[in-house]
């Protein structure tokens, strides 16, 4: 089940909600100076409401970014894994390719030794 938080739908909700509220207040303070409309109390209570609707939507958004970076820190920590893991096959894969190439270096060694003897045998025929 989600979190009734998270809805994009709610979220939406609360914005356009606090939006027009605020364009409200700035409408009600705007008709004070010019001589009318709400006492100060009024506006004042008015202000704070506005505050604490800000104040909501901000905490909504703060509640969606964590969830996102808790599931972003699983997936680095799934990727670290595998990064070692593929670490460790490297270093298997240059053993072996070095033990491969030991092997070359010693077949190479006794081709050129046999071609020697061979050589010296063929000079020895002559």
């Known amino acids: 089940m989600q979190n009734i938080l998270l809805n994009k739908k709610v979220q939406l909700a ?27 109390e009024t506006l004042i209570f008015g202000l704070v409401v506005l505050h604490i609707g800000f104040t909501f939507g901000l905490a909504m958004k703060m509640t969606e970014t964590k969830t996102e970076v808790r599931h972003l820190r699983s997936q680095f920590h799934s990727l670290a894994t595998d ?44």
């Open 14 to 40: 609360v914005d356009i909600i606090v939006s027009l509220f605020g364009l409200f207040m700035l409408y009600q303070i705007l008709r004070r100076m010019f001589g009318g409309s709400w006492g100060i």
């Open 83 to 126: 990064f070692k893991e593929q670490t460790r096959e490297f270093s298997d894969l240059k053993n072996d390719f070095t033990g491969l190439k030991n092997e070359f270096s010693n077949l190479r060694n006794g081709i050129n030794k046999l071609g020697h003897k061979v050589e010296v045998s063929l000079k020895k025929r002559k």
